[in-house]
């Protein structure tokens, strides 16, 4: 469980490790909730809340008024967390990236289908007979390209 | 004490409802001999598999990912990887590792079988392309297979279904293949592109690797299995294969000790033991068949058991083109195939050669994590917010599918340590990239570049540094290699073990080189060719 302080300093992190679009359409790690999937996330590492509390109290240890910094300085404490724990923190990453991109209502942002992919999937048309023989027609007309058994 | 429970005798006994196991079951079906398959893990209903939960994508990082270290299950072994350039991967169930298999379904070619006479390197297997060709064929209708005849890389042959669609992606590299003039066909894959036999046609979800709820992907849960059933053959999950047991006045295989799914130790006896566990649960098997008689372990006489050890080891290049790719619809990792650079060239400096593959379905959360196979997050930050918005969404790659030669010392070995849930000695693997396979991906890296780039790529990205794909050991060939010479193979020319007559292997462990292409295809064609031999050999089996 995370005092209050070490909840908005996880957030402010979440943002800056992917942070929202310039016109806000996209929100950041932090806004998305991600911190919760954080909470959740002993499927996918051995010790999430290990991993999770290393980030935030070497971030403010290195940085007591983390939250008050302006964005560059925040991204410049991160990333000497990063040097610091280098293997913790690419653990943190794989989690935050894990729980930011399973979001359903996310994933649309990026072209992907929010509802689980079966049963529906996605429409892609066959090519035409027509369009198939023309982009083969190259290849064809090399004739054989195999080496046969005996040389 | 431990309480041993007897079975009644049965025919055959298979070892593994996979690829293999399932594959020769359907041969014998007609012998009418009793079969019976032991598997260690088990009948996952279509209805389990992730891709209907609305967070899939989790699964593959957790219980479905494609590393049985990482998904832990009951019915999994822990792998030792501390030694090795790659990370083998699998799934412990019925339908095997076509389970998780991307389907992708090219067949090996002649000159593959000939890698001696023709190149001077690895060894002839004792069969040919000519005479797989039937098998292949008959393997193609059981499994359903889509794809185009008149493939220029082949003898001719013709896939029953029309090929899955290329999409935007396949079209692309199409286009930057023919720029060049190299070969380039729309991919055979094991995936309906039209229903068949009950089963729904592909509706592009991009989760191949996750089980294939339409039942599309030809895994053997989908084709052969249901067969089996209805035909009677007697399929026992949860039962994980302790030992083979020997005679040892006469050196015949008398039949297994097993794990039951009841916690209990069984023993059950067959008259042939067939075993189907790849090319490492059956070196690992083998080895932890050791006896007196067999210190080295089981049919190892030519200490080739658990030697030559084969991957394919792959590497990546991406593009990034102008316009969305929209590589996450379609099948995973089918869509085209270039084997421009398949054969040996004199003029290159490495023999044999490799394949390009376009791969296709890299979702955001594939993407950002490093890319199927890789462990390697993208950059946090700003640029992680560009690469998502700008590079992703546009992005098309090829995969560089080598093929290895054997070495006898790459290799798989039982660890001193390590052990599975019923404490049986789990597999080590020592492997290490040879020269030849170095410069080949090497070499297959600059002309994926250059294909992506005549395809209109206006950047190229490569995914790994000079390594190879960490978690892409897929295909795990060569450890009980076949051959006619009992000095230096594991099995003959039709599967059947040199030292105990009446032990058969089927798997990819027999191959005897890797060829560049996905092996399945060959390792059903190879299991039925092998289940013909013993019927035809029936009267005389075991002389």
Known sequence: ?151 | MVTTMKHEPVDVLIIGAGASGAAIAWSLLETRMRILCLEQGTHLPDADFPSRRPDYELARYGEFSCDPNIRQLAQDYPINVDDSCIAPVNWNGVGGSTINFLGHWPRMKPSDFRTRSLDGVAEDWPVDYATLEPFYAMNDRNTGVSGLSGNPAYPDYAPELPPIPLGQLGQTLAKGFNQLGWHWWPSDVAILSKDQDGRQKCVNAGTCDLGCAAGAKGGTNFTYWPMLERAGVELRTGSRVREILIDPATGMATGVLYHGADGQLHRQQAEMVILACNGIGTPRLLLNSDTERNPDGLANSSGMVGRNLMFHPLTGVSGVFDQPMKGHEGPMACSILSQEFYESDPSRDFVRGYGLHSGRSTTPMTFALGGYGIDRPIPWGAAHREIMDDIYPNIASLTVVAEDLPDQENRVTLDPDLTDSDGIPAPKISYRLGENTRRMLKHGEARAAEALRAAGAHTILSKNDDAVWWRAGWHQMGTCRMGNDPENSVVNGWGRSHDVKNLFIVDGSIFVTAGAVNPTSTIQALALYIGDRIKTNIATLFD
Not at chain 1, 33 to 52: E, H, I, K, N
Not at chain 1, 104 to 114: I, K, M, S, T, W
Request: zero cysteines; hydrophobic letters at 40%.
């Open chain 1, 1 to 151: 469980m995370l005092t209050t302080r070490q909840t908005e300093t996880l957030s402010l992190i979440l943002n800056d490790v992917i942070p929202p679009s310039a016109d806000g359409h996209v929100p950041g790690a932090g806004n998305a909730g991600v911190a919760s999937f954080l909470q959740q996330a002993t499927p996918y590492d051995p010790d999430p809340a290990r991993v999770v509390l290393t980030v935030i109290e070497t971030v403010l240890e290195i940085a007591d008024d983390f939250s008050s910094q302006s964005p560059q300085d925040r991204i410049d404490v991160i990333i000497r967390v990063q040097a610091q724990h280098p293997q913790i923190f690419e653990r943190f990453l794989r989690l935050t990236y894990m729980g930011y991109y399973s979001q359903a209502e996310l994933r649309p942002l990026f072209g992907v289908a929010a509802e689980p992919v079966h049963p529906s999937g996605y429409p892609v048309p066959s090519e035409s007979s027509r369009m198939m023989a023309d982009l083969t027609a190259p290849v064809r007309a090399r004739g054989a390209v195999y080496r046969p058994a005996d040389g």
